[in-house]
């Protein structure tokens, strides 16, 4: 599992640039760019904030990374 190609997925999906995603999730572009590009971890910090912002729970998240971001379910959704 890459969390960093989800985290990507999830901006992407949304037309967010990094600096957009950044913005909203309370980190410096930078550090997304790093963790989009698996130079960098993600924190436990930053998944708390990609579940909230995102709205996907923590196993949408590190599903596998072949799925298409169209699968991600929201954390309401009860299906």
């Not at 550090?31 to 130079?39: F, N």
Request: net charge positive; aromatic share 12%.
């Amino acid at each position: 599992m890459k969390p960093w190609v989800n985290l990507k997925e999830l901006r992407k999906e949304r037309d967010w640039t990094q600096l957009q995603a950044a913005e909203k999730l309370g980190f410096c572009r930078s550090y997304i760019a790093a963790v989009e590009t698996g130079r960098q971890g993600i924190s436990f910090e930053m998944m708390r904030a990609i579940m909230r912002v995102f709205d996907v729970t923590y196993e949408d998240f590190f599903r596998p990374h072949d799925k298409p971001a169209a699968n991600f379910k929201k954390r309401r959704d009860t299906s």
